[in-house]
């Protein structure tokens, strides 16, 4: 069986028979990846807690003719403990994983700047680098951006002009509106929550770590990636370079 080896963070696992489980994983070089892990659920297993999700494991895949199988995994950093330890912080890498399954959506197909992204995001949960929502909210924001969903905060996606003050945001439409094109499904957002949307879109830690993440602006990343994740994202290959 042909083999490789590759990097990856485990997303997800689900149980298969009695002792395996089915590993989903994102790959620094194969995109996301699905493997069984042999044994896995074993006491003795050879894998150890290496599997688990959030762990970033170098691993080494046979490729099956229906399923890959994983035959050998290696620590690279152990994210889940730190992680796990903390409530807010598995929280966050739990809509951290789960927003990057779902914006890719084919496998073996690489992704390295969301990659990049999702290493960068759960290094700064393990590490307590920032408030744990803020990582999520900025991580969700900019893999959203990465898959060609970026908010237009700048200026009315209707005429381009300043939106003004207030401005108004439509998350269908994409962006901000101002007073005069301001469609029924937009809603008034103040300055300092757009200042605050552009910090996360950014990674202006500056910025975000001087006070917790407002209501406001939690509402509208939620709004946001409910919104375009319920969407097919255009291939990630042309998107993500
Ligand atoms: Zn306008």
Known sequence: MPLYRDEAVVLRTAKLGEADRIITMLTRSHGKIRAVAKG???VRSRFGGRLEPFMRVDVLVAQG???DSVSQAESVAAYAAPISADYDAYVAAGVIVETVERIVTTEHERV??????LIGALHALASHAHEPAAIADSYVMRALAL???SPRLDACVVCGRPAGDPAYLSVAAGGVMC????TRDAHRVETATLNRLRALLHGDWAT????????????LVEEWSEYYLER???S?????S
Request: no cysteine; hydrophobic share 45%; aromatic share 6%.
């Open 40 to 42: 896995v659920r074993k």
């Open 65 to 67: 003719r229906t399923l």
């Open 112 to 117: 390295d700047a969301q990659y990049r992204l």
């Open 147 to 149: 898959a060609g969903w």
């Open 179 to 182: 007073q005069a094109d301001r």
């Open 208 to 219: 975000l770590d001087a006070a917790p993440l407002d209501a406001a602006t939690r509402r």
């Open 232 to 234: 097919p994202i255009r």
């Open 236 to 240: 990630l290959r042309l998107l993500d």
